[in-house]
């Protein structure tokens, strides 16, 4: 008996050491209403637990613990990623945070900036922030601007498709990723280099699992493989960088200005211009957020689409008679088209609900800050759970259920849909994500279908959803590409 009772002590003074050595810093002249929660162990914190749920088949268990332990409170304290944080899980808090620039600014671990870059978007200052971020969402955001790249996405779309028929069994997502990379690959750099591309989009699947890994820098662990990659990633973007300037040195003609170009030309209001490291943290940044959504994403709808019969023929229904109203003589899509795209832009909506592709950012408290009765310490960090907010079945009847007809009629409140966050922040290559994956599913819905190998495949959930197998399978045609 005293055994038990003093180990009961030693693993309360162990859960208490966290407690013990952040709040204590905590001013004393200050009332602090902290949200309830608890730091975990030492120094890994709640890490083990969250790494654990979301290796299991039941990812929401980790939020559902501290909703059975504390209640439906919306902020939940924990210690994660290395630092006391606070866990922000209802919609109007959300969007608190995402929007009120003036009590918060990015929080990503030190981990994650060192694997994604300091002079990257995670790791800028806000006038930085908002200096880069106009130089670079031009070319990938509004629709006028989205349509000169319509003809390229459309003519990679339909060879893929065409090639992926005869291939036989393929990795779907694999396959997709590649043809998503090779896309913005080609908005950035101007490149289709084949040996460019592959080394980029095999080294950023390692950079990915590291990004939520716990940041073990050993051989053996996800981050430590990361980082290995980050520096590939770096000499070979370069390499590029160093002959796109022996190009301006000789004066070699360029054809058309890309994203290379501009992060070349711009300069601030003191005539300064970035030099090749912010250059290529910005691209490397760029270029991974580029093509993972909207790779994993279209293999979720199309997924979706196919797991549903109903789903599947309304939505090419839709397709059809897109193509059916055309003027005999155009060819390809047009973004009038893209736009009559109703229903299929509920799939969408409802694939990036459903799946939650980032499941979290980052912020830090610039200051305390009162929210729905909580106070958030100054530098402390805070989570935003977008899962929690996608799956409320207080918003979203049966959450679970892929059903795009929920849309029919209903518009989100502010802070119920964030699939590319919010605020000054917003992800700058969601139009370009939309337009890519309308895109691929019309040329699929129009002729195409996918078999799986495995439908009963199990999940992984970091970093991001998708099947084990990476969606093994065959692209049938099923009839012959009238476009």
């Known amino acids: 008996m005293g055994c038990f009772c003093g180990l009961l002590g030693v693993i309360y003074v162990l859960r208490s050491v966290n407690w013990w050595y952040y709040e204590r810093k905590l001013d004393e002249n200050v009332k602090y209403k902290l949200p309830p929660g608890d730091f975990g162990w030492p120094f890994i914190g709640n890490m083990w637990s969250f790494l654990r749920a979301f290796k299991t088949s039941n990812p929401e268990s980790f939020i559902s613990y501290f909703v059975t332990r504390y209640g439906h409170t919306g902020l939940y304290r924990v210690h994660m990623f290395g630092s006391p944080s606070i866990i922000v899980t209802t919609a109007e808090a959300c969007r608190r945070v995402l929007t009120d620039d003036e009590a918060f600014k990015p929080g990503w671990p030190t981990s994650t900036v060192n694997l994604i870059g300091k002079n990257s978007f995670l790791g800028i200052s806000d006038e930085d922030h908002r200096r880069l971020r106009k130089l670079t969402a031009a070319p990938v955001n509004g629709h006028e601007t989205l349509s000169?790249?319509?003809?390229?996405?459309?003519?990679?779309?339909?060879?893929?498709?065409?090639?992926?028929?005869?291939?036989?069994?393929?990795?779907?997502?694999?396959?997709i990723r590649k043809l998503t990379f090779k896309i913005i690959i080609y908005i950035f750099l101007s490149s289709e280099s084949e040996p460019v591309m592959e080394a980029l989009e095999r080294e950023y699947t390692n950079l990915n699992y590291g990004v939520r890994a716990m940041a073990i820098n050993i051989p053996g662990f996800a981050y430590h493989k990361a980082l290995k990659a980050r520096k590939k990633l770096v000499s070979t973007l370069q390499s590029v960088v160093d002959q796109r300037r022996e190009q301006r040195r000789s004066n070699q003609p360029i054809d058309k200005k890309d994203m290379m170009d501009a992060l070349m030309d711009v300069e601030d209001e003191n005539g300064?211009?970035?030099?090749?490291?912010?250059?290529?943290?910005?691209?490397?940044?760029?270029?991974?957020?580029?093509?993972?959504?909207?790779?994993?994403i279209t293999m979720w709808a199309t997924l979706f689409l196919q797991k549903h019969p109903d789903i599947f023929k309304r939505a090419?229904?839709?397709?059809?008679?897109?193509?059916?109203?055309?003027?005999?003589?155009?060819?390809?899509?047009?973004?009038?088209?893209?736009?009559?795209?109703?229903y299929l832009d509920k799939v969408i909506d409802e694939t990036l609900r459903v799946i939650t592709f980032s499941l979290t950012v980052f912020r830090e408290a610039k200051k305390d800050v009162n929210i729905c009765g909580y106070t958030i310490p100054q530098g402390w960090k805070v989570l935003v759970w977008f899962r929690s907010v996608h799956l409320d079945p207080e918003t979203y009847v049966d959450p679970m259920k892929f059903d795009p007809s929920r849309w029919d009629g209903f518009t989100p409140k502010a802070g119920n849909f964030l699939p590319f966050g919010g605020g000054s922040r917003?992800?700058?290559?969601?139009?370009?994500?939309?337009?890519?994956?309308?895109?691929?599913?019309?040329?699929?819905?129009?002729?195409?279908?996918?078999?799986?190998?495995?439908?009963?495949?199990?999940l992984m959930y970091l970093p991001h959803s998708r099947p084990k197998d990476n969606c093994l399978g065959r692209i049938n045609r099923v009839s012959t590409p009238n476009e």
Not at 155 to 171: R, S
Not at 285 to 291: K, P, R, S, T
Not at 324 to 337: A, F, H, I
């Open 148 to 175: 000169m790249y319509m003809s390229y996405i459309e003519d990679n779309v339909i060879t893929a498709l065409d090639k992926w028929a005869n291939m036989g069994q393929i990795e779907f997502l694999t396959e």
């Open 272 to 296: 300064r211009r970035l030099n090749d490291d912010e250059i290529i943290d910005v691209l490397l940044m760029y270029l991974n957020a580029g093509h993972e959504s909207s790779g994993h």
């Open 316 to 342: 090419k229904a839709e397709q059809e008679e897109i193509v059916r109203k055309r003027s005999p003589d155009q060819k390809g899509l047009t973004l009038k088209e893209v736009r009559q795209m109703v």
């Open 426 to 458: 917003l992800c700058p290559g969601n139009d370009l994500a939309k337009l890519e994956i309308a895109i691929f599913l019309h040329y699929f819905l129009l002729n195409y279908e996918l078999e799986r190998c495995n439908p009963a495949c199990p």
